[in-house]
């Protein structure tokens, strides 16, 4: 029989749904029923990707016995991390703070008072690796509930106080400037793995926003050293087993430090941030690489993860069906030779192993091969390629697919709407724009209401019952200043501007212009979370410092370009002791820097002149620059009005720091005024 999750929309929850535990979702009812049964509370969190999440609810909560355990002794609370990331946050802080580590399944046992008092993460069915088991931990804390309770009350109450008195040091207001920059690019230096490219060991992310800090100083300095590891990472991940070879796109993270073993999940926000990534690459260096893998990261996107709404779902699952009812890590993506022999037949299986890096002895576990592109020796038969991969990948969808996390997350698919929107105008792809516009208008239609008040996430059409927290509110602004440049529709910057009038409102500091993960009026947890550090996508912080900067360039509007810099200055106290954790806060700094500049470019659509003008303008590399494309006299958008043609020709103003260059009309010139003068 269903347990109470049954009727949420989180795809992670609906996979608990069943469970033979009496699960709550997180709830006012949940703790008032721990209050009036004077039990204490379970918190489960995890996502539906998570692989020991899945992991452990197949051991412990699909277990008859443990759940008739849990059912008695506590009330039992699941929490989509990704749908509630405030509870996650405040929680994994305690974590942390109590065991030096955190992690998903997060297992946090609570007060009726939602006081946290004993953690941990993924606890196994039977003692191992010096682990207790989940059983045991189960007693032990209902043991010490029932015997000593006035101890455990004290134990929460210290580490909620604790928890409420650790007070970050977000430096002092003022911005980042060339020394804080530079001290960070030394840091990421001594960081950064020559020999492998990206930063630090085992197991190894996607730098992303940190490539983007990378490409936009050297668009801002000309420093080679910050292009090199930019360019060098790059192409190390997209030779390695972390990008998919066949079908495009990335997966979480690598398990080594050579990008061979990934972690096969595959999430909506590595790869709009990677696509955004690798098309600012192509778009400083002319790769061809980097042109390749944005597109086919792009059409990942649009083709794998886009629902039938026009949104994006949040997740692939890492596990699959390996074709004999075992649900495998990594089985919808890897080979062995007598699969590539079956497929292709010998010669070009023997063609595609080289090409592929396939070894008989495999690079993952029982003889298989994650598909790499190791370094060729010769020349390679492009057609021949083209055609192994395109046999491979149509013999791949009859393995049973991975999963998918189908719930719309707001701030993910502001990400994603930036990246498509880019990528279809550098490419001339319109698809991809059109699926950009796509995922706007239902962010707009369902996740917005009447006072533009965002909702995190909504499921096939419905939307969820959780508010937003900052990330959203700043990526969907985010990807809405994205489509306004690209697309010249004012429609878009208005919608911008309602979101971040609320995070002024009501994430922002009024006294020290910092910034809240929460609104002022949301839930009240116990701690009102507030992270500046950007990790698996840019902080909400970070990310609002980058779109008020960008409003403010595209309307004038002072107040949101002086809340941009008082925000900027975490940048300033993380930025040369952290920057790897700060890597959108610095590419931000870099646009405020530059400053950032204002292009408009004036003219009639369909006079080629103008096309010419509007692509030389998005293809422009100073940091965070913001494009206006109309007719003359239009007031579609702000930085329009009074720029008339030029000797009735269509013309570009850019403006910068509050000074003005003479209009042009040639795009040569316009590109040349795109570049740094200290580059």
Sequence with gaps: MPNRLAHETSPYLLQHADNPVDWWPWSAEAFEEARRTSRPVLLSVGYSSC????????????????????????????????????????YMEAVQAATGQGGWPMTVFLTPDAEPFYFGTYFPPEPRHGMASFRQVLEGVSGAWAERRDEVAEVAGKI???????????????????????????????????????????????????????????????????????????ERMARGGLYDQLGGGFARYSVDRDWVVPHFEKMLYDNALLCRVYAHLWRATGSELARRVALETADFLVRELRTGEGGFASALDADSD????????????????????EVLGDADAELAARHFGVTEEGTFEEGASVLQLPQQEGVVDAEKVTSLRERLLAARAG???????????????????????????YFDRPDLVEAAIGAADLLVRLHMDDHARLARTSKDGRVGSNAGVLEDYADVAE???????????GVWLEFAGFLLDHVLAQFTDAESGALYDTAADAEQ???????????????????????????????????????????LGVVKALGPRAPRFIGW????????????????????????????????????????????????????????????????RPAAYVCRHFVCDAPTTDPEELRATLISPNA
């Excluded at 990807?479 to 529709?489: D, K, Q, R, Y």
């Design 479 to 489: 990807g809405f200043l994205a489509l306004a440049s690209v697309t010249g529709e």
């Design 160 to 234: 909620t106080r604790d928890l409420a008195e650790r007070e970050m040091n977000f430096g002092d207001s003022s911005v980042p400037g060339e020394e804080d920059l530079a001290g960070a690019l030394l840091g990421l230096t001594r960081e950064y793995d020559a020999t492998r490219g990206g930063f630090g060991g085992a197991p190894k992310f996607p730098p992303s926003m940190v490539i983007e800090f990378l490409l936009r100083h050297n668009a801002r300095t000309g420093s080679e050293g910050a292009l090199q590891m930019a360019v060098d990472t790059c």
């Design 322 to 341: 390996d074709g004999s009812g075992r649900h495998v890590e990594g089985a919808y993506y890897v080979w062995t030779p007598a699969q590539l022999r």
């Design 525 to 567: 947890l116990i701690r009102r979370p507030q992270d500046p550090t950007d990790n698996a996508t840019p902080s909400g912080w970070s990310a609002a410092a980058g779109a008020l900067l960008s409003y403010a360039a595209q309307t004038g509007a002072e107040p949101h370009r002086a809340a941009a810099e008082r925000a």
């Design 51 to 90: 692989h020991w999440c899945h992991v452990m609810a197949h051991e412990s909560f699909e277990d008859e016995a443990t759940a008739a355990y849990l059912n008695e002794h506590f009330v039992s609370v699941k929490v989509d991390r990704e749908e509630r990331p405030d509870v996650d946050a405040v």
């Design 585 to 648: 806060g610095l590419a931000v700094a870099e646009a405020l820097l530059d400053g950032p500049r204002e292009v408009a470019v004036v003219g009639e659509a369909g006079d080629p002149a103008t096309t010419a003008l509007r692509r030389t303008a998005l293809l422009g590399t100073a940091p965070g620059a913001v494009v206006a494309t109309g007719v003359p006299e239009s007031d579609e958008l702000p930085l329009l009005a009074g720029r008339p043609l030029v000797d009735g």
């Design 399 to 425: 393995r049973p697919a991975p999963g998918r996390d189908d719930k719309v997350v707001a701030a993910w698919n502001g990400l994603a709407v930036a990246a498509l929107a880019e990528t279809g105008a």
